[in-house]
C-alpha cells in the first residue's frame, strides 16, 4: 500500500506565496512521485506541473514563470513552490505517484485559497 499525504496548503493573498509537500508512505521502494494536479469548483482535474518519466518538467502555461516543481527521491518527496498566487490559482491541489507496475496513486488533496 502507498499512501501520498500533501501538505501546505491554505489561504494566501493575490500576489503571495505557499509551498505545498507531498509524500509518500508505505510501499515507496519502488515509487515515483511524480506531480501535482488541481481541481477548482466545477471544473476538471487539470495538470500543474510534473516530473516526466525520464525527469523532464512539464508545466501548464497558467503558471510558467510563477511556480516550480521539485523533489528529494530519497524522501519520495515531491514539492511545489508558488509565487505571486492569483485567485484564478484557487483549488484543491493533488500530487500522484507511480509505481513498476504502472499504478498510479493520489493524495487526498490540500485545499489552496488566493483571495484578499
Known amino acids: 500500500q502507498v499512501q501520498l499525504v500533501e501538505s501546505g496548503g491554505g489561504l494566501v493573498q493575490p500576489g503571495g506565496s505557499l509551498r505545498l509537500s507531498c509524500a509518500a508512505s508505505?510501499?515507496?521502494?519502488?515509487?515515483?512521485?511524480r506531480g501535482w494536479y488541481r481541481q477548482a469548483p466545477g471544473k476538471e482535474r487539470e495538470l500543474v506541473a510534473r516530473?516526466?518519466?525520464?525527469?523532464?518538467?512539464n508545466y501548464a502555461d497558467s503558471v510558467k514563470g510563477r511556480f516550480t516543481i521539485s523533489r528529494d527521491n530519497a524522501k519520495k518527496t515531491v514539492y511545489l513552490q508558488m509565487n505571486s498566487l492569483k485567485p484564478e490559482d484557487t483549488a484543491v491541489y493533488y500530487c500522484?505517484?507511480?509505481?513498476?507496475?504502472?499504478?498510479?496513486?493520489w493524495g487526498q488533496g490540500t485545499q489552496v485559497t488566493v483571495s484578499s
Open positions: 500522484n505517484a507511480v509505481d513498476q507496475g504502472g499504478i498510479l496513486y
Open positions: 516530473f516526466t518519466s525520464i525527469g523532464r518538467k
Open positions: 508505505g510501499s515507496i521502494l519502488s515509487i515515483d512521485v
